[in-house]
């Protein structure tokens, strides 16, 4: 796959300078054309061609994430994404208070182009990821909210949703994942699908990865404890299917249930969902 | 937004609201800018932004820390919050 790299500048931050050089790395290590956020902010002609010949990958600094939003406020599709600020966390590092890059952001921008790499080269698979051969029929009919011009369509069954506007439906021991119409209509069109790796086991309310939109970073609620054995990779391609179907393809993860019954206990039945979302939506 | 409970227990006994670190807050005022639930609000003096509604917080939601670039707003503990409604959850069933 060719790549473009869009960075961070690294003129505010530690974690902007290991952006900037994990740009300078991916150049090297992978080839990738190298885009000034800068110059793309003043002549998107420059990169036309650029951007039409490669996947884009965005590396932001901070979470004030500057290229992710110049990169969206050009209605330019990420393929990939990279937060310095996060990598951080994970990497268990710290970086000195200096826009110089030194031994540890180097290593970060090392560790981050490794991963770029690595993902790069595993070819993407055309069926959800992961090891999962459970079928999940359509949703069948819907309970309607309505509130001024809007309606909010929630399943009338085999669904169960958490306050935080997440739903699990349940099959067996395995269940799927999504966020409810009212959230999807809320961030509106959905953009970036950050999801959880596969196997990550998760507890009640943890996080399973985040979705953003134009509006918000919506972080995704799990509605009950389990392991992710597929991730929909063809919501991560093309997030706005989220915002078409969010109750049959625009699922986000499948999880292997470890504590079904008793989080089912934490959880609201359509019903109360539906009040919940009546109240969410008059006071908005 | 004020939300009376959550999970069956009154928000205002579920302690879930985010907490400025003024040594790192830069008062860029994203995180207020973002939040559509008011939990925020800007002042004058040198603390120009505060938390003023902990309570229209929405419960597990930390999408304002995701905006902040100087990494300046934390959240409680998840898995403690958790328990403690779970607790509360348990008290108000057997009243």
């Known amino acids: 796959m060719k790549t473009a790299v869009l960075s961070c500048t690294g003129l505010d931050k530690p974690e902007g300078s290991v952006a900037r050089e994990a740009a300078i790395r991916m150049a090297e290590a992978a080839n990738s054309e190298i885009i000034c956020p800068v110059l793309l902010n003043r002549s998107l002609a420059r990169y036309e061609k650029v951007l039409a010949d490669n996947s884009l990958i965005v590396v932001d600094g901070c979470s004030t994430r500057c290229a992710s939003k110049l990169a969206e406020s050009l209605d330019l599709k990420i393929d990939r994404k990279v937060l310095v600020a996060d990598a951080l966390k994970s990497s268990g590092l710290t970086l000195e208070p200096t826009l ?4 540890n952001g180097a290593a970060l921008a090392q560790t981050i182009v490794d991963g770029l790499v690595q993902s ?5 698979p055309a069926q959800p990821s992961g090891t999962s051969s459970t079928e999940f029929p359509p949703p069948g009919e819907y309970l309607i909210v309505t509130h001024d011009k809007f309606e909010f369509r929630i399943p009338v069954s085999d669904y169960w949703f958490n306050e935080n506007d997440v739903w699990v439906r349940p099959l067996g021991d395995v269940a799927r994942i999504g966020i409810s119409d009212y959230m999807q209509q809320s961030l509106t069109d959905i953009n970036f699908v950050d999801a959880p790796a596969m196997h990550l086991s998760v507890e009640q309310f943890g996080e399973l990865g ?3 939109s134009s509006k918000a970073v919506f972080e995704v609620v799990a509605p009950v404890a389990g392991t ?3 991730v929909n990779s063809e919501v991560v391609s093309n997030p706005t299917l989220i915002n078409e179907d969010p109750y049959g393809k625009g699922w986000i993860v499948q999880l292997k249930l470890s504590n079904w019954p008793e989080d089912r206990e934490l959880l609201l039945n359509s019903d109360a969902y539906a009040k919940t979302v009546k109240h969410k939506a008059e006071e908005a | 937004m004020s939300e009376a409970t959550f999970m069956g227990v009154p928000r205002e006994k579920i302690v879930w609201h985010p907490t400025i670190d003024y040594q790192k807050c830069t008062f860029c005022m994203e995180c207020a ?3 559509p ?3 925020f609000e800007q002042r004058e003096g040198d603390r120009r932004l505060v938390v003023a509604n902990p309570n229209n917080c929405v419960v597990f939601c930390r999408a304002c820390s995701k905006t902040c670039g100087p990494d300046a707003l934390s959240f409680p503990d998840k898995q403690a919050t958790i328990a403690q409604i779970k607790q509360m959850r348990e008290q108000v069933s057997v009243q």
């Open chain 1, 120 to 124: 790069l080269a595993a070819p993407a």
């Open chain 2, 33 to 35: 800018n973002f939040c």
């Open chain 2, 37 to 39: 639930h008011r939990v």
């Open chain 1, 228 to 230: 992710v054995i597929a």
């Open chain 1, 210 to 212: 985040t979705l953003e």
């Open chain 1, 100 to 103: 110089r890059l030194e031994t």
